[in-house]
């Protein structure tokens, strides 16, 4: 999978064994992923990865997809499909962009989830399965972070949240989450998505040069 980095979103590029006309069918049928979604409105598309309706807005059959996602999050974000023949299938490229002017400082957040986005993509389209993989809901850490050479640096803490509980404090550096080290946005962002809501964590932090521990609810 062919990866590049957009200033205002991501793409990926991939092949499929699928051939193209069925590769394109397959996202002309797209449905949600779980009943718990709701489905697209006549004349919108449901895109398989993200999960989302989409408005249309250019269509090629079986070459092009573009289209301005209607649903939270992420809703007018512009989405484009392209297809061409593949020796071994279909080459398919995927991309999603048009965050917005905060867009680089929430890039770490949108990129934790992009890896799941794209990974479904990949087996919806070789497999005809939507996964949903990313829709698992986030426990929350309760402040902002900010990723540093040596870590997680703690931001604004949200008073009652968890790292209020847990004693962290802005500038605090994180050095483990329930036993994990955590030095990225994306190792956050996964242990935020296997701990539950609610459950009991510890997290070990520095302040200057001292180590300290404490725990409370995600």
């Given at each position: 999978?062919?990866?590049?980095?957009?200033?205002?979103?991501?793409?990926?590029?991939?092949?499929?064994?699928?051939?193209?006309?069925?590769?394109?069918?397959?996202?002309?049928?797209?449905?949600?992923?779980?009943?718990?979604?709701?489905?697209?409105?006549?004349?919108?598309?449901?895109?398989?990865?993200?999960e989302?309706?989409?408005?249309?807005?250019?269509?090629?059959?079986?070459?092009?997809?573009?289209?301005?996602?209607?649903?939270?999050?992420?809703?007018?974000?512009?989405?484009?499909?392209?297809?061409?023949?593949?020796?071994t299938?279909?080459?398919?490229?995927?991309?999603?962009?048009?965050?917005?002017?905060?867009?680089?400082?929430?890039?770490?957040?949108?990129?934790?989830?992009?890896?799941?986005?794209?990974?479904?993509?990949?087996?919806?389209?070789?497999?005809?399965?939507?996964?949903?993989?990313?829709?698992?809901?986030?426990?929350?850490?309760?402040?902002?972070?900010?990723?540093?050479?040596?870590?997680?640096?703690?931001?604004?803490?949200?008073?009652?949240?968890?790292?209020?509980q847990?004693?962290?404090?802005?500038?605090?550096?994180?050095?483990?989450?329930?036993?994990?080290?955590?030095?990225t946005?994306?190792?956050?962002?996964v242990?935020?998505?296997?701990?539950?809501?609610?459950?009991?964590?510890?997290?070990?932090?520095?302040?200057?040069?001292?180590?300290?521990?404490?725990?409370g609810?995600?």
């Amino acid at each position: 999978m062919e990866e590049r980095h957009r200033d205002d979103g991501f793409e990926a590029t991939f092949v499929v064994s699928t051939p193209r006309t069925a590769a394109w069918k397959l996202l002309e049928e797209a449905a949600p992923a779980s009943e718990q979604l709701p489905a697209p409105r006549p004349g919108q598309w449901w895109i398989p990865g993200v999960e989302g309706a989409a408005d249309e807005l250019e269509v090629v059959p079986e070459e092009l997809l573009r289209v301005r996602k209607a649903t939270f999050p992420c809703d007018g974000t512009e989405i484009v499909v392209t297809m061409e023949d593949a020796e071994t299938g279909t080459r398919i490229t995927f991309a999603q962009f048009g965050f917005g002017p905060s867009f680089e400082e929430r890039r770490p957040w949108l990129e934790s989830g992009w890896w799941a986005i794209r990974a479904d993509l990949a087996v919806f389209f070789e497999r005809g399965v939507a996964c949903g993989r990313h829709l698992r809901p986030w426990s929350s850490l309760g402040c902002g972070v900010i990723e540093t050479p040596g870590g997680l640096v703690v931001a604004d803490v949200q008073p009652g949240g968890f790292a209020d509980q847990a004693g962290l404090q802005r500038d605090d550096l994180v050095l483990t989450l329930a036993g994990s080290p955590v030095l990225t946005v994306r190792d956050l962002a996964v242990l935020l998505r296997a701990l539950r809501p609610q459950t009991e964590a510890r997290v070990r932090y520095l302040r200057g040069s001292e180590t300290l521990a404490g725990s409370g609810k995600l």
